[in-house]
């Protein structure tokens, strides 16, 4: 049991900044003895791009440069076995700010949380300006948010999208 949550711990994928650097590195700790893996990522939004990556010791790392206009970044691999790891259909998504340097993990689920408490927000007609804080802040994430073409999560997203606008217009904005 033990050994299982290790492997779990200790596996997936994780993104650092890179020293005195805006640039990125992407970390794969592998779940499975491969010797290399094809990384694939998003910019904000931006078209898929992949890399091969060869395994250097216990890792699969390599450095990506980031635009200028960096805000969310988009990643999963799959592994040359075929084996796809993509956070369970999540994705690994971070949101990035480069001053202050921040990386912050998060998924399609806490934008529905936050969707969540600006619907309760509007519906209780108190605290409507934290209601449309949140709701700027989800339209501004879903409108950069790194997708799949035809994959759930881009239905997710889409119907992310049609409930914050018709909040938006419950309110007038």
């Known amino acids: 049991m033990n050994l299982i949550l290790a492997i779990i711990i200790f596996t997936g994928l994780d993104l650092y900044?890179?020293?005195?650097?805006?640039?990125?590195?992407?970390?794969?700790?592998?779940?499975?003895q491969v010797e290399q893996l094809t990384l694939y990522y998003s910019f904000s939004g931006s078209d898929w791009d992949s890399m091969v990556i060869k395994k250097e010791g216990r890792f699969f790392d390599t450095g990506l440069v980031s635009p200028e206009t960096l805000r969310v970044v988009g990643l999963y691999c799959i592994y040359d076995n075929g084996k796809v790891d993509d956070n369970d259909g999540a994705l690994y998504l971070y949101e990035v700010k480069k001053f202050p340097r921040m990386l912050m993990p998060f998924s399609i689920a806490d934008l529905e949380i936050?969707?969540?408490?600006?619907?309760?927000?509007?519906?209780?007609?108190?605290?409507?300006?934290?209601?449309?804080?949140?709701?700027?802040?989800?339209?501004?994430?879903?409108?950069?948010?790194?997708?799949?073409?035809?994959?759930?999560?881009?239905?997710?997203?889409?119907?992310?999208?049609?409930?914050?606008?018709?909040?938006?217009?419950?309110?007038?904005r």
């Open 17 to 32: 900044f890179l020293k005195d650097s805006p640039d990125l590195l992407v970390r794969v700790v592998p779940e499975d």
């Open 114 to 172: 936050m969707l969540k408490q600006a619907r309760k927000k509007i519906v209780s007609g108190t605290h409507i300006d934290e209601a449309i804080t949140l709701l700027d802040y989800i339209d501004e994430m879903l409108g950069v948010l790194p997708v799949i073409e035809n994959s759930p999560q881009e239905t997710q997203r889409n119907i992310l999208q049609l409930e914050v606008n018709s909040l938006r217009e419950q309110i007038g």
